[in-house]
């Protein structure tokens, strides 16, 4: 079925591509945006900027321009960068079509790479308008032109989405069988981040299909290799730091050699023409004698030959006298050897006495420097955590105190609780006045990592975000570009290659206008407005993360109209991701948007009150995994309206008590 799905494509692109042609490519260049199905719940596209409208229009022009000269590969590109732009808004009809037309060129000039990419980009649109039988057949194609090609890696991705997508059509024995082929895969490859995901995936599906002992065998091979994960991030950043002073060293000495090997070809090349006719003479002269000298090397050769053939007879001969003296020099020694042997047979038993007397007093002494090492490491540890002590309250001097935020919003809250005693989370707001307006800036930040290493790189976050805005900077957008810019630039990104960064959320809050802005960075905002729940996922970059080279990140804006009572929320994912339960799983977002929903209408310290009994309820035995950061608040267009919108609220959780 699915062979006869690949063959009617194939044959509806050639179709396309015919009718393409004849129209001379003005079909693509135009806008079919009302013609589209409506998208999935949870899904909002925003619309290009004018720079972003201005370059698809210059693309479409160049594509038109290729299209005449006959080449399809840069046409092809065209339609593929327009597609990713549309695909970055979240219109994802619009980035079908484009896809599709490309897929027609690159069928034409046979290009399999290219095709495969473009089933892969389609099968992952397909999946987020939830239209999973479509997003598997397309994920399918591309594992086999990615199979046909020989890319591992590309075939260890085809069978994850592969996977996923099955997982989602509820066709759990099908994923199974995709996650063994690319579990194979990431062992081949020895890639324990890739390992790690397999046993994972694995472990859920063994559970929907009721095969517990598999489920648990692989939770547990996913916990292992989780923890191999993090050991390894640990010291790779000191390895790195090596490798990368040896290249440079390496760089170095190959330049030079490149010069004195230029140098020396320069002075070889300068001979004069009277030189170079000189050599031509007498390379004529040595092949006249080249012949004579032939023969005369023959005849030597040959007598030479018959030399070497007596010789090794003489040697064969005399090799066998050598092995009949060695057999006998064999059978004498080895009687020699085992009267040896027992001697020391015996010395060595009367050693291994002596050896286990002093042994045991040795033993004693170890086991008494063991216990006074055992005193003194106890005694460091304490010194240790002293100073981590004194960095808690270090970090918390830095951060705006919370009673502080109930003067700009009077009803919101933070949840915040640190997995150590030090954070990688960390929360901050202002009140700002720009052209006779008052905003309240409101930003949630997840550094990576947690305990010392993630607090050193929160410090830094909260200093470039104090500088962002005093230097007048305040738009989301521009706020998370200007720090992904100066984390990278601080971390030394080109030249040490770390990933180190931080995921973030910032708002802008104006009630007199009565809207709120904002952008994330992988941190999701939800709100609610007359009980309706919507959901704003973050852009896929990370803000000072490898974006690919020579690529700047995008950070869409979203605006909030505030104009009637609003309460939103915007978390990390410390929440989300800690494992609990009945089966010890992720919380997900999915239970955290229904938790929000349940709550939404209390006060905000009875919001984080049930936050935090909830969280306790979920973990039950099991540790805290991440730092947790949940920002809540009620905000509309004046005070009066949201001190209304509170007594309201108070109102119906009364009643309905």
């Known amino acids: ?192 981040p890739l390992m790690r995901s397999c046993y994972g995936m694995l472990s859920e599906n063994y559970e929907k299909v009721g095969d517990m002992d598999n489920a648990k065998k692989n939770f547990e091979l996913y916990r292992t290799f989780n923890e191999m994960v993090h050991r390894v991030k640990e010291t790779a950043m000191e390895k790195d730091k090596d490798l990368m002073k040896l290249r440079a060293e390496l760089a170095e000495t190959q330049k030079e050699k490149k010069e004195l090997e230029l140098k020396a070809v320069k002075e070889e090349l300068g001979l004069t023409k009277e030189e170079l006719y000189s050599f031509e003479t007498q390379y004529r002269d040595l092949l006249d004698t080249a012949n004579i000298r032939d023969l005369q090397i023959a005849l030597l050769k040959t007598e030479e030959k018959e030399k070497n053939m007596k010789l090794e007879r003489q040697k064969e001969l005399n090799e066998w006298h050598k092995q009949q003296t060695k057999y006998q020099r064999i059978q004498r020694n080895f009687f020699i050897v085992l009267t040896l042997l027992c001697i020391v047979v015996l010395a060595l038993f009367w050693k291994s006495y002596q050896e286990k007397k002093s042994s045991n007093i040795a033993l004693q002494e170890k086991q008494t420097q063991i216990l006074e090492q055992n005193l003194l490491l106890s005694e460091k540890n304490k010194n240790i955590q002293k100073s981590i002590n004194y960095a808690k309250r270090i970090q918390s001097g830095v951060m705006e105190p919370l009673e502080h935020l109930s003067h700009i919003l009077p009803e919101s809250f933070i949840f915040f609780q640190p997995c150590s005693t030090v954070s990688g989370d960390f929360y901050w707001f202002k009140e700002v006045e720009r052209d006779g307006e008052r905003l309240v800036l409101l930003a949630g930040v997840d550094c990576t990592g947690h305990g010392v290493p993630g607090a050193f790189v929160s410090l830094l976050g909260k200093s470039f975000l104090d500088q962002v805005v005093a230097e007048g900077i305040i738009d989301p957008d521009q706020v998370l570009l200007e720090m992904d810019y100066r984390i990278s630039r601080a971390l030394h990104k080109d030249s040490h290659g770390t990933m180190d960064g931080m995921d973030m959320a910032f708002c802008v809050i104006n009630r007199e206008k009565a809207y709120m802005e904002y952008a994330g960075a992988h941190f999701p905002l939800v709100y609610f407005q007359d009980g309706e729940v919507n959901y704003i996922k973050g852009a896929r970059y990370s803000i000072g993360g490898y974006h690919g080279k020579g690529r700047k990140p995008h950070f869409p804006v979203h605006r909030i109209d505030i104009t009637k009572p609003t309460r939103f929320y915007t978390y990390s994912d410390g929440y989300i991701d800690q494992f609990g339960g009945k089966k010890d799983r992720r919380f997900t977002s999915k239970r955290m948007r229904e938790l929000l929903k349940h709550i939404h209408q209390d006060n905000s310290e009875r919001q984080k009150e049930l936050l935090q009994v909830n969280l306790k309820n979920w973990m039950k035995e099991t540790s805290q995994t991440d730092d947790i950061l949940v920002i809540g608040a009620l905000v509309c267009s004046n005070m009066e309206q949201e001190w209304e919108g509170l007594q309201k609220h108070s109102n119906n959780r009364l009643t309905t008590s």
């Open 1 to 192: 079925m699915r062979d006869q799905f690949l063959t009617l494509r194939r044959l509806s692109l050639h179709i396309l591509f015919f009718l393409f042609t004849i129209s001379t490519g003005t079909l693509l260049a135009q806008e079919v945006s009302s013609a589209y199905p409506p998208l999935p719940e949870g899904i909002k596209p925003t619309n290009l900027t004018p720079k972003e409208l201005k370059e698809v229009e210059e693309l479409k022009e160049r594509h038109l321009k290729m299209l005449k000269r006959g080449d399809y590969k840069e046409a092809s590109r065209c339609l593929n960068l327009i597609a990713l732009t549309y695909w970055n808004h979240m219109k994802l009809w619009e980035a079908i079509d484009y896809y599709d037309s490309s897929l027609v060129l690159n069928e034409k000039v046979g290009n399999n790479s290219g095709i495969a990419k473009i089933n892969n980009n389609l099968g992952m649109i397909y999946s987020d308008l939830l239209q999973f039988d479509k997003s598997y057949n397309y994920f399918y194609m591309t594992l086999k032109e990615r199979k046909a090609n020989k890319e591992k890696l590309g075939v260890y991705s085809a069978l994850i989405n592969l996977a996923v997508v099955a997982e989602n059509l509820n066709k759990n024995k099908v994923a199974i069988e995709h996650l063994q082929e690319a579990l194979s895969i990431a062992i081949e490859l020895n890639d324990v």
